[in-house]
């Protein structure tokens, strides 16, 4: 490849000419994202720059009362609609703003030249090679592409034919334009019809993880359609429709973050604990060690704070005698969305659990040292007896058990106290265990909207329902309910007399809580206990947490957490419900929780926290969208495959209308100078599209050929 282009670099310096993947404008007409060979010229980024500045001071003044009279809308609704778009969406990526046009007549020698490359050497295909072209020219040309293999040789070139309104394009004159020109009947023709609608948002690929993180958008949701009849309006009923989204996992604006939360500071305990018994107790720095990954523009909380707040609230239902209810409390039967059930568990949490609560403050703490302080120091006033927390008959952690017996008065509790202090691993352990129950309960109890818990149940338990697919799992429950209301919670809702309450006296006799002799023999070992095990006391806490398992969960929370980010902006920008959410749930699942999914480590969506799928839609699912005007509608026309092995020339003509410039600025403004911002709008204009046209060409002659002067 260098000895192909080496002659380019060596006549043409000045120009940028580099092996890359397709440009976004390059991509908008070969359809794919390919290796290419991209010419342009190299404008000062200063300039560039400073447009970008501009751009952004115009954005910031839409937000003004005094900005642009044109685009401010000061309904309430639209301002705190998340389907609005508040910032301009681009055709082209960010990064291309410094990528400038070259004089038409350099444009065709640099062509030339890399075609005669190409056929000296002994490759049998080369890289197609792209120049981007300035279009002050007659012919308004944009893109000169050319590339050779052994047997053909293919040329093409991208001209700007004007603007027009819909109703103003001619699809059957475009066919009759192509049917002369290549001298076939229209039987012969391949038509195709795409576009691409944007439903929310703003894509930030080119941004850094921080910068993503902070956007004003926490993704983009987009509807791709194709069809074959000729027509440029969408026939909305038999079109094939798919489904392109993008999410930011961990967008500080995302409800999402409720369970996000716990399962990144999840991956940074079980990474310490991994480092610990690899290196040894005393090799982690606590004063140092992350647990909380800190963003800018993240909320810094006063943890101590909220655990007083918390240790008073449950005191306060200590003397009143009022026990909370049981069961999850952001899943009830009045839940009608995700949005409302995120927004409950962001608000109020998912349990009244004592340790749930205790662990949605923990896990914001900066450090290993603030978790380990705060936790002894909440488990130090539960010994005191002046509290009585109410902790669900479902959690069997370890940790439930410690406050359980702490809250009776314990011998023990001094020299337990202790040595949690001096055993951070045990501490993080013990901590990190009510956790990993949590996220489980509360992504099955989440997917339970959507009847799937059952299959989200088998991922935790690794059990035979793991190997079916959804479509299956949900065809049993349905063959045995026969159709009929069931209930696919395998979490029911508990009473408060079903959960565990703490009398005054303490109890301790067929205590479900306590351990077998086999654990107090290993506390023992351990000096958790005393020699002598006192009738009326019992072990307080196992010695070791099995740890070995949560690099798989936290592997599976990572995948699962990926297709909640995805439902929950589905749900909010196709204003869909629950019934329409479920297909597309289970095409998440089968995509991201499996044995081929992309989602490896909890690590990789930290540090690549930007997520995309693309799936097929029910058309009625997104109806309405459909019949609102496209961002872009591309019309192809090319012969049949039947009739192109008969001919030795082949050619197709691709038809791009877009609302916006397909081209970065340095290139359109050759086309349409910027103009200064109106003022007043005294009439309603029709919207328009650009019309840009590409020509190829490929002949099955031999590759030493000069490229036409002419299109």
Known sequence: MNNLIQPLLEDFPKYNIEKQVSSSYVEMYTKEKSDIILVYAKTKQTNAISDVGSNKKNEAEELELTGSPLKLDLSLHTMLDDTVINDEPQLWRKEEIFHGPIEVDTARQIANLYNKSVSESTKENATPLWVLSNPSTDDKILLITVQSDKDCFARGVVTYEGSMTLEEIDIDKYIEDYVTYEKISEEAINLNVDCKYTVSGISYDSLTMEEQLNAPHGGVTELYCEWTSRNLITPFISCKVHFKQEVTVGHLASPCNAIWKSVSSLHNINQLLVDMTAAGMNSVNLENAIIRNIIPGMRRLNNSKRINNLLNETEMYTYTAECPAGGCICVTEDTTSLRQCMNAMCSQGSSNDFTYKLWDILRDCETA?????????????????????????????????????????????????????SSPPQTLSLIAQVGVEKCMWEYT????????????????????????????????????????????????????????????????ADDCHELTVDDFASLKKHGLVNEKKDVNEVPLISDEIDISPWKNL??????????????????????????????????????????????????????????????????????????????????????????????????????????????????????EPPTEEIAEVTTIEELKYNCTKYINLNNKLTRKLDFLSKK
């Open 369 to 421: 040292e603030e978790l380990i302080t705060l936790l002894i120091q909440a488990l130090k006033f539960i010994s005191s007896g002046k509290i009585r927390p109410f902790i669900d008959v479902n959690n069997k952690t370890y940790l439930s058990k410690l406050v359980l017996k702490l809250s009776r008065g314990h011998s023990q509790t001094a020299k337990v106290l202790k040595n949690l202090r």
């Open 445 to 508: 109890k989440i997917m339970s909207l959507l009847e799937h818990s059952f299959f989200i149940a088998g991922i935790w338990n690794s059990d035979a329902k793991l190997h079916e697919s959804i479509e299956q799992i949900n065809q049993t429950i349905n063959d045995m309910t026969m159709g009929g209301d069931f209930t696919l919670n395998p979490f029911e809702i508990l009473s408060s007399e079903h959960s565990v309450r703490l009398d005054a006296d303490p109890l301790c």
């Open 554 to 671: 936290l592997m599976k929370f990572a995948q699962v957490h990926v297709c909640l980010e995805h439902l929950y902006r589905a749900e909010t920008c196709l204003r869909a419900d629950f019934a329409q959410l479920k297909p597309m749930a289970s095409k998440l699942f089968e995509y991201y929780v499996s044995d081929k999914s992309p989602i490896k480590t909890v690590g990789q969506l930290l540090s690549d926290p930007v997520q995309k799928i693309c799936i097929p839609i029910a058309n009625s699912v997104v109806q309405d969208h459909l019949k609102k005007p496209a961002l872009w509608y591309r019309l192809e026309l090319k012969r049949k495959e039947e009739t192109s092995e008969k001919s030795t020339r082949s050619s197709k003509v691709m038809y791009v209308f877009s609302q916006m410039p397909v081209f970065p600025p340095q290139v359109w403004q050759n086309l």
